[in-house]
């Protein structure tokens, strides 16, 4: 069974920093396109950082250029998602996910053309 699960999401302060992990069973992680995607309150989910499977191609979302960093353990079969100075805008359920295609930038954002295994979230809240 293909599972994913987010942890490392929590309530911190304008300008700090989280890691948000993204741990995979059932099947091996860099064997797909994988991505962290965001959903605010009222908003559509958006795809905020990806990295292809073949050649560890990341691609960003407008609004995650220069705060996001998407990286991967193989070892630990683990997506990681960085996020520095974070914003209030920031705040909203992170999700992992796993597919297949190559990873696309489309509409300001990074796409998986083919998802195939979702994780159930964890949040993030921005406020002081």
């Known amino acids: 069974q293909l599972q994913l699960v987010e942890s490392g999401g929590g309530l911190v302060q304008p300008g700090g920093s989280l890691r948000l992990s993204c741990l995979a069973s059932?099947?091996?992680?860099?064997?797909?396109?994988t991505g962290w995607f965001r959903q605010a309150p009222g908003k559509d989910r958006e795809g905020v950082a990806c990295i292809d499977s073949n050649d560890d191609t990341t691609t960003y979302a407008d609004s995650a250029e220069g705060r996001f960093s998407i990286s991967r353990d193989n070892a630990k079969n683990t997506l990681y998602l960085q996020i520095d100075s974070l914003e209030q805008s920031d705040t909203a359920i992170y999700f992992c996910?796993?597919?297949?295609?190559?990873?696309?930038?489309?509409?300001?954002?990074?796409?998986?053309?083919?998802?195939?295994?979702w994780g159930k979230g964890t949040p993030v809240t921005v406020s002081s």
């Open positions: 059932g099947f091996t992680l860099d064997d797909y396109a």
């Open positions: 996910a796993a597919g297949s295609g190559k990873i696309e930038f489309r509409q300001h954002m990074c796409v998986i053309p083919n998802v195939h295994v």
